[in-house]
């Protein structure tokens, strides 16, 4: 019989996993960080403890008591005597994790999964996510596509020394696999480390367990995303991870709601994070004209701010540079996915050859070895500092707030433009850096274009919106998407409004269920 628990994304935006289980097969869709949830307990400088393995992501209930489901080298058996009484305990084993995207809110806890355990996406998600691992912060929360097993001494988790152990990556199954390049093949199986990584090959993938897979590209604001259907014993199940109607890659959308439609879904899982949206929300079309219109007044520096894995609103500011005659200058971190994305689609630049696309040089003392390596590959494109003081009106310069502390060194002139194009401030924390980064504009007379300033109580001057095009299908796009799918239930989430669906479906024949935390959902 097949049943659907949900372990995330219920009244939360993010932090989706999803278990499907149906005979000898069980899987996940995602298995991702929930934000929401983790901001209740942790943040920056307080976080969960490496040391203790699982114990406070269980104990605060940022991952669901599953034995057999996790590492054994930070979820030994004395951990789980300890959530043997919990309601939602269990012993598990599972298949495999379809992966609709690299967005840490869906991707990032299978840093905790067993090694073992295959995870089903697209090339572009796989090489995304393991350029986003390469190019970070050490950090046991993110080690989803290698991790550095874990050994305790003296009842503390430390990791092994990397003379002893190798670090170990995950089986990654390619929906959408093609004969990969060597250059390709050599970055999957290395990491930037000293330590070497007892590397797994990409293979394809046609099933998970007994069950036949299909996937579906789709628009979001990151590429590589899809949507997944799986044919269980009762039917067709459908997740559609995240998706948006008006990027420029819309029409993939389109596609698989057609496609989707010809399964006559037993089930759609469907995400509503827009569902507050009742119209239809900025394009990128619009979100480029509206930079254009932008930058072509600025006198200086224009300063870019979008989501860091938003490669086509860098796409957007690459075109809106080229037709001002100016340099698009990116960070070493954007270089390194650029290059690794490019291994998976050329439709993704080739920095060398671009016309436009520039690297920051920043004044660090000491680089990682992935930065020096970028910084060695593309020297003809390094952009130093004194460069950009010296030509403001020549760049954009793609920074987000966190890397706003190098405009002393560049010192923006009158007529400098700080471009906002990223999503709203969503809980205190972000607030928080908003007000900040007014304080920085202010200290350097820069003119900030797009900042979400509703949620600070700010007043939006005239024509100062229209930056930012949403990676989610507004409230009534995903009404229409639903209803040509027609599923026989659907089931929302990724919302914090899933009522939304329960009104507006009333009288078409969809049954809505609500999902419960820990509700297991039955079906015949």
């Not at 002139?413 to 607030?431: C, F, K, P």
């Amino acid at each position: 019989m097949l049943s659907l628990t949900f372990y995330g994304g219920v009244n939360e935006i993010g932090g989706n996993k999803v278990l499907l289980e149906d005979g000898e097969t069980a899987l996940f869709f995602d298995f991702g960080t929930s934000f929401a949830r983790r901001y209740l307990y942790f943040e920056e400088y307080l976080k969960p403890r490496a040391g203790a393995g699982l114990l406070d992501l269980l104990e605060m209930e940022l991952l669901p008591p599953l034995q057999g489901v996790y590492r054994n080298d930070i979820a030994g058996k004395a951990l789980w005597r300890r959530f043997e009484s919990s309601p939602l305990y269990r012993e598990l084993t599972i298949d495999g994790v379809l992966l609709s995207h690299a967005h840490i809110d869906h991707s990032g806890y299978i840093s905790f999964l067993r090694q073992d355990i295959p995870v089903y996406s697209t090339a572009m998600s796989a090489f995304i996510a393991k350029a986003m691992q390469d190019s970070g912060r050490s950090d046991f929360e993110k080690e989803i596509c290698y991790f550095i097993p874990k050994e305790e001494t003296n009842g503390v988790l430390k990791a092994t020394p990397w003379q002893k152990e190798p670090a170990q990556q995950r089986p990654f199954k390619v929906s959408d696999y093609q004969s990969f390049t060597r250059e390709a093949l050599e970055f999957w199986q290395k990491t930037p480390s000293a330590r070497w990584l007892r590397a797994q090959g990409l293979e394809a993938a046609q099933s998970v367990g007994g069950l036949q897979l299909k996937h579906f590209p789709v628009d979001h604001s990151i590429f590589g995303a899809a949507a997944f259907a799986v044919e269980t014993s009762s039917g067709w199940v459908v997740y559609t991870g995240d998706l948006r109607l008006h990027g420029r890659r819309g029409y993939l959308s389109e596609r698989f709601i057609h496609s989707a439609a010809q399964l006559r879904p037993i089930v759609l899982i469907c995400e509503g994070t827009n569902t507050e949206s009742d119209n239809i929300v900025v394009s990128e079309e619009e979100a480029y004209t509206k930079a254009l219109e932008t930058v072509k007044e600025a006198k200086a520096l224009v300063i870019a701010d979008f989501g860091p894995r938003n490669v086509e609103r860098l796409l957007t500011f690459q075109q809106v540079a080229e037709e001002n005659n100016r340099c698009l200058v990116i960070l070493a971190k954007d270089a390194y996915l650029l290059k690794a994305m490019r291994y998976a689609s050329q439709e993704v630049p080739d920095i060398k050859s671009d016309k436009v696309i520039y690297i920051y040089k920043d004044a660090k003392a000491q680089l990682d070895r992935w930065k020096k390596d970028i910084q060695n590959e593309y020297q003809a494109k390094l952009i130093t500092p004194e460069e950009i003081r010296n030509h403001q009106d020549s760049y954009i310069l793609c920074f987000s707030f966190f890397d706003i502390n190098e405009l002393p060194d560049i010192m923006p002139q009158e007529g400098s433009i700080y471009t906002y194009s990223s999503s709203e401030a969503h809980n205190e924390e972000q607030a928080m850096d908003l007000r900040r980064l007014h304080n920085w504009l202010g200290h350097f007379g820069m003119k900030g274009i797009g900042l979400p300033v509703e949620k600070l109580n700010w007043e939006v001057p005239e024509g100062e919106r229209g930056l930012h095009a949403s990676g989610h299908a507004s409230g009534p796009e995903l009404l229409n998407l639903i209803r040509n799918i027609a599923p026989k239930t659907l089931i929302p989430i990724h919302t914090e409004n899933p009522d939304y669906f329960a009104r507006n479906l009333e009288g078409t024949g969809i049954e809505v269920r609500l999902p419960g935390y820990g509700e297991r959902m039955r079906f015949p």
